[in-house]
């Protein structure tokens, strides 16, 4: 018995057995980050190495790794089972945490020089439901920096690597996330979304990820990107993995202003239900130009594989979706305008002195701040600027509208929505560093549902070869769609897909991680 190859369910069975204790699980977990993932012991807390010492062989998609903090939360959990305490249902079962939540006794840098070093004085409320329900945290994971990009390669401490090629991507921002689980460092973990950073990173890397209907989830302690957009969300290497992990986090919270009091219905009561007789819709606007044709092939087959289970397919129109991309690409800058502001040496984070407090500000974020993040801060200065506030922000707010509607108007014809999640499988490393419209264009598929807040979740569909080398066979994402709110329906069809297809595991190979 392989215990990093277990799902989160099994793992939680075999816990709850006696089969084998949270302490045995951990530590299979420890030694193959230290195997595979480039870390180096540093005290109680084990760190990344630096970037230029990484090797083509480091997935790197840890930041930090809690080994002595995890050892004790799981030798903790094994006293209280023999005990006899009543535990959640996942108690003892590892995670990873995206370094944009905030976490006592580690490190959070959103992947940033700017943030390298603090030690938050609090827990996000997302780790404290983690923690409260005895999930044993790992460590904090490899991401872009304040959550911009779709590849992890603009993080400050380096990027991080697909475990199916070691030479491509796993997606972004919450590639390290996305990876660890992957490339079976861990069972679980929770990453954030904004446009895709949850779902894309899942389509690439083979696993299932979801974005909660927006504000279903704390954003208290969430370091913010984009505030009308974030959403943090669990990663699982299966549906019910996933469904069980949002179960633990979701929930209104009265310290996030935008956290909502409604709760998705109950997301595990349903799950088998079947999808017979359920209207699926293929979003025109969402497939054609500009997908790949083995991303095409594999979503046409998931549509008969629906049809197969009893489904029936039917085509939506989303008609502003073409608008989404610059929209999205003008309101969520804007908002990290504002947001970011605070980062200006002052408070808390970097500080680089200078002979006055103009020099010193301008000084700190140029040293402190990586190119993609100064692109989107002025980007998103500009639209907020006077003159253009109207021509940019506030017509992409009214697009942001449009396209709520659409949504609501397309779930009138069909219980769900479904198209690629990606319109490529993963790139190589640095094929579109130097081309952000190029990277910009990967969330074409994702944003849409981001703009009008609905829950989405991505699962692998199959694999394709990739263009650039025809004997790499890497996965393709399929993304479900939902109602507001109807979190549990997206996860009901998402298992039933699951169940039907089956996955093939991260294959071993010249480029791929090896598996244990």
Known sequence: MVLTRLSAVELAQKLRTKDVSAVEVVEAHLERIAAIDGVVADGDVWRAVPADELTSRDIHAYLHVTAAAAREHAADVDRRRAAGDDLGPLAGVPLALKDVLTMRGAPTTVGSRMLEGWLPPYDATVTERLRAADLVVLGKTNMDEFAMGSSTENSAYGPTRNPWD?????????????????????????????????????????????????????????????????????????VEDAAHLQTLIHGHDPRDSTSITDTPADLLTTLRDGIDGLRIGVVTELQGDGYEPGVRRVFEQALERFERLGAKIVEVSLPHAGYGLPAYYLIAPSEASSNLARFDG?????????????????ATRAAGFGPEVKRRIMIGTHALSSGYYDAYYLQASKVRTLIARDFASAFEQADVLVSPTSPTVAFGLGDKTADPLAMYLNDVATVPASLAGTPALSLPAGTAEAPDAPQATLPVGLQIMAPLLRDDLMYRVGWAFESDLGFTPIPAGDTAVEVA
């Open 346 to 362: 002052v408070r808390y984070g970097l500080r680089v002195d200078a002979p006055t407090a103009e020099e010193m500000n301008a």
């Open 166 to 238: 070691l030479g491509r991507v796993p997606g972004g921002s919450s590639g390290g996330s996305a990876a660890a689980v992957a490339g079976l460092m861990a069972p679980l973990s929770i990453g954030t979304d904004t446009g895709g950073s949850i779902r894309q990173p899942a389509a690439l890397t083979g696993i299932v990820g979801a974005k909660p209907t927006y504000g279903t989830v704390s954003r208290y302690g969430l370091v913010a990107f984009a505030s009308s957009l974030d959403q943090a969300g669990p990663f699982a290497r299966t």
